[in-house]
Structures are given as structure tokens and as C-alpha cells.
């Protein structure tokens, strides 16, 4: 079992910054991939933003260049850096960590509102 708790989401002006944080406790070493996925109102979750064991990265191209995933040196926490917010980005965001073969773990998600 793993569990992930996501922390550091608020409320911020449009052109602004967020870092998000997901801590990983339980059976952290089967994880392989994290990611963070965001759920706008009224939209289904999309991907955000993905970080493998190896730390090779991808992001959503409305991700691209304005945030950045990365890992804590614990290797249990997953950051996820916002930065030139948009109001296009609010939503929950939420963590999810991949385990072989096949399942997934979610957070409770961290609500993110970016005011225009």
C-alpha cells in the first residue's frame, strides 16, 4: 500500500507561483512512476505533469516550460513547481503513484484557484 498526501495549493493572482508537494509513505520503494494530474470544474482529470524512477520527466504542453517536476532527495516527495500561473490551471490537483503491475494510488488532492 502507498499513500500520498499533496500539500501547498491556495489561492493566487494570475501570473503568480505554486509549488505543490506529494509525500509517498507506505511501500514507497514499488512505486516507479509519479505524476500529477489536475481536475478543472466541470472537466474530467487530465495529466499534468509525470516524473519516472529514473527521473526522466514529461509534461502536458500546457504544462511545458511554465512548470517543473522534480524529486525531493528523500526520493519520497514529488514536487511540482508552478509557475506564471494561468486561470486556466485551477483546479484540485492530485498526486498519483504508479506500482507494477498495474496500480495506481491517488491523493486526496490539493485545491489550486488562480484568480484573473
Known amino acids: 500500500q502507498v499513500q500520498l498526501v499533496e500539500s501547498g495549493g491556495g489561492l493566487v493572482q494570475a501570473g503568480g507561483s505554486l509549488r505543490l508537494s506529494c509525500l509517498a509513505s507506505?511501500?514507497?520503494?514499488?512505486?516507479?512512476?509519479i505524476a500529477w494530474y489536475r481536475q478543472a470544474p466541470g472537466k474530467q482529470r487530465e495529466l499534468v505533469a509525470h516524473?519516472?524512477?529514473?527521473?526522466?520527466?514529461n509534461y502536458a504542453d500546457s504544462a511545458k516550460g511554465r512548470f517543473t517536476i522534480s524529486r525531493g532527495s528523500a526520493k519520497n516527495t514529488v514536487y511540482l513547481q508552478m509557475n506564471s500561473l494561468k486561470s486556466e490551471d485551477t483546479g484540485v490537483y492530485y498526486c498519483?503513484?504508479?506500482?507494477?503491475?498495474?496500480?495506481?494510488?491517488w491523493g486526496k488532492g490539493t485545491l489550486v484557484t488562480v484568480s484573473s
Open positions: 498519483n503513484a504508479a506500482v507494477p503491475p498495474g496500480i495506481d494510488f
Open positions: 516524473i519516472t524512477d529514473d527521473d526522466s520527466t
Open positions: 507506505g511501500s514507497i520503494l514499488s512505486i516507479n512512476d
